[in-house]
T-cell receptor
Framework: NAGVTQTPKFQVLKTGQSMTLQCAQD?????MSWYRQDPGMGLRLIHY???????DQGEVPNGYNVSRSTTEDFPLRLLSAAPSQTSVYFC??????????????FGPGTRLTVT | GQQVMQIPQYQHVQEGEDFTTYCNSS?????IQWYKQRPGGHPVFLIQ?????EVKKQKRLTFQFGEAKKNSSLHITATQTTDVGTYFC?????????FGTGTSLTVIP
């Protein structure tokens, strides 16, 4: 099993550009989520999904969109990048139909810089 | 707002000293999880506590879940340089999962 994979590992964008961060898992997990990590702020939840076709907002959803067409994939789209979105982005998944009540498996992260 | 508070934010210890980080939730949790993140890495699951007053040990690490299920602690006995990293607590709030701000541990050899 590859676990949770994320691409790209690094990305530099100009203000106003859009892009999609890819996330995939091969563990058949229902629950997937996106976090951003900034110094001193811990990990903050952006969006999450409890299964294919179901997504919802987390703590800091503004400027981001998600979709979940399959169990395996959960891409995060930046609509119009801003310098405030410079951060490290982590995708995570966990088993359990009832929500995030089990171990979260994290991908290696995407380091995004917006200039 | 932040649902899970964690202290201290930073801790520097001499190798061999003990270390403790504390986690407090604004509401009662069904469970609490602890993660470790090495510098430049991603968070890795350490343990999950579910029962009120639960205590679990992993070698030199001791995890406790408070009686009211609103607080937790992680204690490391006789730290080693391999313990370096940031330790996060985290818990579910409905379908959302919130992480504490983390405690960054530096171990001085």
């Amino acid at each position: 099993n590859a676990g949770v994979t994320q691409t790209p590992k690094f990305q530099v964008l100009k203000t106003g550009q859009s892009m999609t961060l890819q996330c995939a898992q091969d563990m058949n997990h229902e629950y997937m989520s996106w976090y951003r990590q900034d110094p001193g702020m811990g990990l903050r939840l952006i969006h999450y999904s409890v299964g294919a076709g179901i997504t919802d907002q987390g703590e800091v959803p503004n400027g981001y969109n998600v979709s979940r067409s399959t169990t395996e994939d959960f891409p995060l789209r930046l609509l119009s990048a801003a310098p405030s979105q410079t951060s490290v982005y982590f995708c995570a998944s966990s088993s359990g139909l009832a929500g995030p009540y089990y171990e979260q498996y994290f991908g290696p992260g995407t380091r995004l810089t917006v200039t | 707002g932040q649902q899970v508070m964690q202290i201290p934010q930073y801790q520097h210890v001499q190798e061999g000293e003990d270390f403790t980080t504390y986690c407090n939730s604004s509401t009662t949790l069904s469970n609490i999880q602890w993660y470790k993140q090495r510098p430049g890495g991603h968070p890795v699951f350490l343990i999950q506590l579910v029962k009120s007053g639960e205590v679990k040990k992993q070698k030199r690490l001791t995890f406790q879940f408070g009686e009211a299920k609103k607080n937790s602690s992680l204690h490391i006995t006789a730290t080693q340089t391999t313990d370096v990293g940031t330790y996060f607590c985290a818990g579910p709030y409905g379908n959302q999962f919130y992480f504490g701000t983390g405690t960054s541990l530096t171990v001085i050899p």
